[in-house]
Nanobody, 124 residues
Framework: QVQLVESGGGLVQAGGSLRLSCAASGRTFSRYAMGWFRQVPGKEREFVAAISWNGGRTYYADSAKGRAIISRDNAKNTVYLQMNSLKPEDTAVYYC?????????????????WGQGTQVTVSS
């Protein structure tokens, strides 16, 4: 069992940056691949980025490439999403999720555990 709590969201102007954090409970965090997704009302949950259990592999959505960096610190049971050059269309609730397999990492159905989300609002 893994419990996930996101933080770091907020209101930022276009062109600004935010770093989201996702703190995990449990001693098995380092066994999980971790992903970040986002969702706006009325739309499906959208993949942003994923990182393998040891940080050796990362994968980004095209919309995030060059603007986002996913990282993790297994000693702190935390995964991060650094987002730069933010755009109003990045406005969404951002979720982190845990998956025991590094498989179809862009598919939210693959993930076993989810956090409650943190709101990111980018003003123009």
């Amino acid at each position: 069992q893994v419990q996930l709590v996101e933080s770091g969201g907020g209101l930022v102007q276009a062109g600004g940056s935010l770093r989201l954090s996702c703190a995990a409970s449990g001693r098995t965090f380092s066994r999980y691949a971790m992903g970040w997704f986002r969702q706006v009302p009325g739309k499906e949950r959208e993949f942003v980025a994923a990182i393998s259990w040891n940080g050796g592999r990362t994968y980004y959505a095209d919309s995030a490439k060059g603007r986002a960096i996913i990282s993790r610190d297994n000693a702190k049971n935390t995964v991060y999403l650094q987002m730069n050059s933010l755009k109003p269309e990045d406005t969404a609730v951002y979720y982190c999720a845990a998956d025991l397999l590094w498989d179809v990492v862009h598919n939210p159905a693959q993930y076993d555990y989810w956090g409650q989300g943190t709101q990111v609002t980018v003003s123009s």
